[in-house]
C-alpha cells in the first residue's frame, strides 16, 4: 500500500475553526461527513456589482449563538449559486464563496454556501469536500484541534 501524498489529520466532530480572510479568530463547527459542502451562517446578505465589474455579496457573520458580540460584516465574489437540501429534504438556492477556514492548525480555501442557521446548533458546518484531503473525523471526539482561548469560551457561555 502506497503512502498518501499528504499527511492525515484527526479531527472531532465539533472543532473551532478559524475564518482567517473574515476576521473571524474563532467559531465552532459541526463537521459533517453527510454533508457535501460547508455552510456558514450569514445574515443581513445583499449581492452588488464590486467596483471591478464582478458579482459580490456582503453579509453578516455571528459567531457566536444568541449573541452580536464580534459579530463582522465582510464581502466576497461570489463563486457559483447552488441548490442545496437539507436534511430534511428542503431545498433552496444557495450563494456560494470561496473562503479560507482554518481547521487544526491547517487552513484551505473551502467553498462555503450562506445559509441561516439560527436554529441550529452550530453556526458553521464543515462538509466533506472540505475534509477530502487528508482529514479524518473521529466521531467520538470533540475539539482535538484544540478550544478557543477560555477567557472567549466564558465570555460567550451558552451561546
Given at each position: 500500500?502506497?503512502?498518501?501524498?499528504?499527511?492525515?489529520?484527526?479531527?472531532?466532530?465539533?472543532?473551532?475553526?478559524?475564518?482567517?480572510?473574515?476576521?473571524v479568530p474563532w467559531i465552532k463547527a459541526k463537521i459533517d461527513t453527510g454533508a457535501r459542502t460547508s455552510s456558514l451562517h450569514a445574515f443581513e446578505v445583499e449581492e452588488f456589482r464590486a467596483e471591478d465589474g464582478t458579482d459580490s455579496v456582503r453579509f453578516g457573520v455571528r459567531p457566536w449563538?444568541?449573541?452580536?458580540?464580534?459579530?463582522?460584516?465582510?464581502?466576497?465574489?461570489?463563486?457559483?449559486?447552488?441548490?442545496?437540501?437539507?436534511?430534511?429534504?428542503?431545498?433552496?438556492?444557495?450563494?456560494?464563496?470561496?473562503?479560507?477556514?482554518?481547521?487544526?492548525g491547517r487552513t484551505q480555501t473551502v467553498e462555503m454556501t450562506l445559509s441561516n442557521r439560527d436554529e441550529m446548533?452550530?453556526?458553521?458546518?464543515i462538509g466533506r469536500e472540505a475534509l477530502r484531503d487528508g482529514f479524518?473525523?473521529?466521531?467520538?471526539?470533540?475539539?482535538?484541534?484544540?478550544?478557543?482561548?477560555?477567557?472567549?469560551r466564558r465570555q460567550n457561555r451558552g451561546r
Open positions: 500500500m502506497t503512502e498518501p501524498p499528504y499527511s492525515t489529520t484527526i479531527v472531532g466532530w465539533r472543532e473551532w475553526v478559524t475564518l482567517p480572510g473574515a476576521g449563538q444568541d449573541s452580536d458580540e464580534d459579530a463582522v460584516v465582510v464581502e466576497f465574489p461570489v463563486h457559483d449559486r447552488r441548490t442545496v437540501r437539507s436534511s430534511s429534504g428542503h431545498s433552496e438556492e444557495r450563494i456560494v464563496v470561496l473562503m479560507d477556514v482554518t481547521l487544526h446548533g452550530f453556526r458553521m458546518l479524518l473525523v473521529a466521531a467520538g471526539e470533540s475539539f482535538l484541534g484544540g478550544r478557543a482561548p477560555r477567557r472567549v
